[in-house]
């Protein structure tokens, strides 16, 4: 990438230290066409360059992140131990470049919940992705997708039991992991999440 904005700022100032007068005697020749193709090749060069920046800056961002949480295959988790809403944890996961923890699979769901209690507790509750906020029973992760991955504590409580008082589900370190459902208004901790490549 070095090389990159080297060769791009020789061209530049090879392009600015031709004359008008140059200029003028290229345009009899046919060559106008040439210079300005050239101008339009390095505009679309800087844009490239400022594009390759600005995921580095992301990369960076998102690994200084995952350094302070926890890194599990194709994402990291951070703890947000502050109690909020649940759109309140939201809105501050979206700020932060992430989304709420949504487990895709039982082994996500246990490595969350062993975050969970080393970060909030053995006893913290943490607000998950998922609702049904649009259409009562109808859980949905953050991008509207329906939840695949389900661990309603079904044995005991037949969670989700909450109709439409509660539309928002946590996940319970009292329960080892299992997921209840809960008014979004509640103040809980939370746990943001980062895909990573």
């Known amino acids: 990438m070095e090389f990159k904005a ?15 007068e140059e200029s003028s005697t290229k345009t ?3 060559k106008k066409e040439s210079n300005s193709a050239a101008i339009e ?14 995921l580095l800056k992301e ?19 951070l703890a947000d131990t502050m109690k909020k809403t649940f759109h309140s944890a939201n809105d501050d ?6 989304t709420l923890s949504s487990p895709l699979s039982g082994d996500e769901n246990d490595q969350l919940y062993g975050y969970v209690r080393q970060t909030i507790g053995p006893e913290g509750h943490v607000w998950l992705g998922l609702n049904d906020i649009l259409k ?19 044995e005991i409580t037949h ?16 329960a080892n992991g299992k997921w209840f459902d ?7 901790a939370s746990i943001c999440q980062f895909n990573i490549v």
């Open 6 to 20: 080297v060769k791009l700022l020789f061209c530049v100032v090879c392009l600015v230290r031709s004359s008008p």
């Open 28 to 30: 009899k020749n046919g």
């Open 41 to 54: 090749e390095l505009k679309k060069q800087i844009d490239q360059i400022l594009q390759d920046l600005n």
């Open 59 to 77: 990369q960076q961002a998102l690994q200084t992140v995952c350094l302070k949480g926890i890194k599990i295959p194709g994402k990291c988790f």
């Open 93 to 98: 996961c979206i700020a932060k470049g992430g």
């Open 136 to 154: 009562e029973g109808e859980w949905t992760d953050q991008t509207g997708s329906p939840t695949r991955f389900k661990n309603w504590e079904s």
């Open 159 to 174: 969670q989700p039991d909450g109709g439409r008082s509660q539309n928002c589900a946590v996940l319970s370190s009292t």
């Open 182 to 188: 809960e008014d979004c208004r509640g103040e809980k």
